[in-house]
Nanobody, 126 residues
Framework: QVQLVESGGGLVRAGGSLRLSCAAS????????MGWFRQAPGKEREFVAS????????VYADSVKGRFTISRDNAKNTVYLQMNSLKPEDTAVYYC???????????????????WGQGTQVTVSS
């Protein structure tokens, strides 16, 4: 059974940093794109970042470009999201996703991802 489990969320002050992790289990994801979406209360779910199976293609939302870094460790079946210079508007539940098509590249379209984690809360205070 495929599972994506996020961790690393929490409460941080504006300007601070957090590192989210997503551990995948149930199969190997080394040939699959992975990514992060987020959803704030009362708002639409939005794309944050994605990374291709070999980390050769990385995409960021404009709102996080230059502040967030996505990376992966295929040996650990884990994807990370390093978040720096956090802002109150980054407050949201962050979801890890994966596209199980072989050699997938990732991207911002949510429909391409077939597994989603339960989410981890990130709260940034002003």
């Amino acid at each position: 059974q495929v599972q994506l489990v996020e961790s690393g969320g929490g409460l941080v002050r504006a300007g601070g940093s957090l590192r989210l992790s997503c551990a995948a289990s149930g199969r190997t994801f080394s040939r699959n794109a992975m990514g992060w979406f987020r959803q704030a209360p009362g708002k639409e779910r939005e794309f944050v970042a994605s990374i291709s199976w070999n980390a050769g293609y990385i995409v960021y939302a404009d709102s996080v470009k230059g502040r967030f870094t996505i990376s992966r460790d295929n040996a650990k079946n884990t994807v990370y999201l390093q978040m720096n210079s956090l802002k109150p508007e980054d407050t949201a539940v962050y979801y890890c996703v994966t596209d199980t098509r072989t050699d997938s590249s990732g991207g911002s379209y949510p429909g391409q991802y077939d597994y989603w984690g339960q989410g981890t809360q990130v709260t940034v205070s002003s």
